[in-house]
């Protein structure tokens, strides 16, 4: 098979740690583990430097045709004062939009090796590994009506509006139970049907979607809140959760900080499924930004990146075997003791960006 990839390195560390996932890449073409036609382009800061936008016409185009776009990082001081329609930013957010990419996945893996530097108890995240399903297009962020309205008291009132329609619940629920169907078959449905009426809709048809379509797996609703508490206490019950834009973003941010570090979350999101060829419209990122502070140093962690490759991997190109491959790796060198700053206890060792790749292909 051969799959088109789009790099799309951005600012900061985002070209740093791009490019060992490039050397990754190119490495799994010559070992005829499948032909990868590679292309890049400018986003965030660096192509408003060079075009005066936040991503071209052209680059959109190109993410189009692409098999898979994997981001790098954008943003930083540079371009604090451009103007707001071409900040950094501004072009993630086009990329979300027009490739439709309504499925958020962000696992939470806590290697073995790494027990140690989370925030919590070793018994309570060694092993971890739980993937939060967040709806990414619809809910309180992108709800009409969205303002601030001056009230005839002089006054403000503000408003986001919570929506969702049963298709866009029915459709993220889909990726939620199919996902788990390739785990442990577990999935937790995360809402506020005790508030709010678009958690009554959600539990109804998460619950219809289960009973019709997934009736094999084991299906548990849990409150939001409840859900945030049962992160912090017993991560290791859950297999895959599935909530909205708003709470998703909080409960994956709780997750990550189960796990270590920024620089080792990965990330997917998915649009909706071609009739025709089976194909999804995906996206691969880390969750880190552009770290400013450390970039030109090469002190940045590529894991993030490398393990969003795996993700593409997986999700995009049905290389699950080398994604699992990769993902051991990762783990065997983890375990064998190197470390970038970030994941270095202090005054230990560290490897530079460069020298966590290459072992990573190496192993
Ligand atoms: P950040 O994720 O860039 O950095 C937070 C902290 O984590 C920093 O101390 C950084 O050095 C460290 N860190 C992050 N990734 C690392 C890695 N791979 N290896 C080692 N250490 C790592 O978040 P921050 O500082 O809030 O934002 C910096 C810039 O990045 C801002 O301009 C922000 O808007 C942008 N940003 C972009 C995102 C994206 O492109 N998706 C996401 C988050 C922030
Ligand atoms: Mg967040």
Redo the contacts with the bound molecule.
Sequence with gaps: ASFNLLLLP?D???PE?NVEVEKLVRWLDQAGVAKFEIEKDLV?GSAYDAHGVSITEEAMARAQAADAVL???????KWDSVPYEVR??AG?LRLRKDLGLFANLRPAICYPALAEASSLKRELVEGLDIMIVRELTGGVYFGEPKEIVTLENGEKRAVDTQLYTTHEVERIARVAFDLAAKRNNRVASAEKRNVMRTGVLWHEVVSRVHREEFAGAALEHVLADNCAMQLVRNPKQYDVIVTDNLFGDILSDVAAMLTG???MLPSASLGAEDPATGKRKALY??????????AGKG???????IGSLGMALRYSFGLGDAADKLDLAIANVLGAGLR???IAGPGANAVSTSEMGDAIIAE
């Design positions: 951005g900061g560390i985002g740690v965030g981001f790098g990082a954008v943003g930083g001081p950094p930013e993630l570090s920024l620089g990122e880390p969750v880190h930004g552009s770290a400013p502070d450390i002190m940045a962690n590529p894991i993030a990146m970038t700053r970030d």
